[in-house]
Each structure stands twice: as structure tokens, then as C-alpha cells.
């Protein structure tokens, strides 16, 4: 009797794996289907078909439950990241520089490179043609992480 126990809350417990820690990989699944497998068949080979039938019928109902259980929003909500992250790596661009900021490529733009506003280097973006480094430059704007510019002669 305790071999039908013990292989029925194992067969739960991989089901539970499967679809908690390891969905998809179906290990949990088969070993979950082995477990309870053999559960019922000891149940009907060792004590009849009464009770095999109540083993199985126990198997189906608690598989049934503990999917339900595991698959429930609130389920998934105890395992997700309730923190929210404020800050990021970099300062944006447009929080430290304002549009007609002046300063030099440092690198080449095609259309993409590094220009020095006001003593720092940013990532920048050219409006129009490619400029040399050195070349007088001017901020027209801002996109995501990007400072664009234009030549100034």
C-alpha cells in the first residue's frame, strides 16, 4: 500500500516539475506518466479491480488538480520579479544636454560615431553626410540613447 502512495505523490510531484520548472522538456511529464502508471497497475494486480479503479480514479482527479493549481495566475505570480528596476546603465542624452549644444566628432560619422559635447563623448548619429573627425558639430535632437547632429561651418 505504501508503494501506491509513495508513487502517486511522486507522479505529482513530477508533473508539478513539469509544469513549473521544466515545461516543455517533457522528462517530468513521462516520469510523472511512469509513476502513476505503476501505481494503478500494482493497485489492479495487487488488491483487484475495486481498487484499481479507485487509484486510478484518485490518480486522475489529483493530476487534474494540481495542473489547475500550478496554472493559475496566482500561481505564476509568486515566482515573477515584483521589484521594478528605475535606473539604467547610462544617463540618457537628452536628461544632460539640451538641442543647439555645440562641441567636435571624435570620431567618424557614417552616419554613426562619437562626438564630445561639453567635455563628454556620446554616441551620435548624423543628419546628413559623413563627417570627418574633428568637424564642428551641433545637437538638432535626441533618439533612445542617440544624440543627433549636424555639421556647423
Same mark, same amino acid.
Given at each position: $500500500?505504501?508503494?501506491? %502512495?509513495?508513487?502517486?505523490?511522486?507522479?505529482?510531484?513530477?508533473?508539478?516539475?513539469?509544469?513549473?520548472?521544466?515545461?516543455?522538456?517533457?522528462?517530468?511529464?513521462?516520469?510523472?506518466?511512469?509513476?502513476?502508471?505503476?501505481? *494503478?497497475?500494482?493497485?489492479?494486480?495487487?488488491?483487484?479491480? =475495486?481498487?484499481?479503479?479507485?487509484?486510478?480514479?484518485?490518480?486522475?482527479?489529483?493530476?487534474?488538480?494540481? =495542473?489547475?493549481?500550478?496554472?493559475?495566475?496566482?500561481?505564476?505570480?509568486?515566482?515573477?520579479?515584483?521589484?521594478? %528596476?528605475?535606473?539604467?546603465?547610462?544617463?540618457?542624452?537628452?536628461?544632460?544636454?539640451?538641442?543647439?549644444?555645440?562641441?567636435?566628432?571624435?570620431?567618424?560619422?557614417?552616419? $554613426?560615431?562619437?562626438?564630445?559635447? @561639453?567635455?563628454?563623448?556620446? @554616441?551620435?548619429?548624423?543628419?546628413?553626410?559623413?563627417?570627418?573627425?574633428?568637424?564642428? *558639430? @551641433?545637437?538638432?535632437?535626441?533618439?533612445?540613447?542617440?544624440?543627433?547632429?549636424?555639421?556647423?561651418?
Amino acid at each position: $500500500m505504501w508503494y501506491l %502512495i509513495l508513487l502517486l505523490l511522486l507522479g505529482l510531484l513530477f508533473l508539478v516539475a513539469e509544469l513549473l520548472l521544466l515545461p516543455g522538456v517533457s522528462i517530468g511529464a513521462v516520469l510523472a506518466l511512469l509513476c502513476d502508471g505503476s501505481a *494503478v497497475y500494482l493497485a489492479f494486480d495487487r488488491f483487484g479491480t =475495486t481498487t484499481g479503479l479507485v487509484v486510478l480514479a484518485v490518480c486522475l482527479a489529483a493530476s487534474l488538480l494540481v =495542473t489547475v493549481v500550478s496554472l493559475r495566475a496566482r500561481t505564476w505570480q509568486r515566482f515573477s520579479l515584483k521589484q521594478q %528596476i528605475r535606473s539604467s546603465s547610462t544617463p540618457l542624452p537628452s536628461d544632460t544636454l539640451r538641442t543647439g549644444a555645440r562641441g567636435i566628432a571624435c570620431s567618424r560619422l557614417a552616419p $554613426m560615431g562619437r562626438v564630445e559635447i @561639453e567635455g563628454r563623448c556620446y @554616441e551620435a548619429k548624423s543628419t546628413g553626410a559623413y563627417l570627418d573627425p574633428q568637424t564642428k *558639430v @551641433e545637437v538638432v535632437g535626441f533618439e533612445n540613447t542617440n544624440v543627433i547632429v549636424k555639421r556647423i561651418d
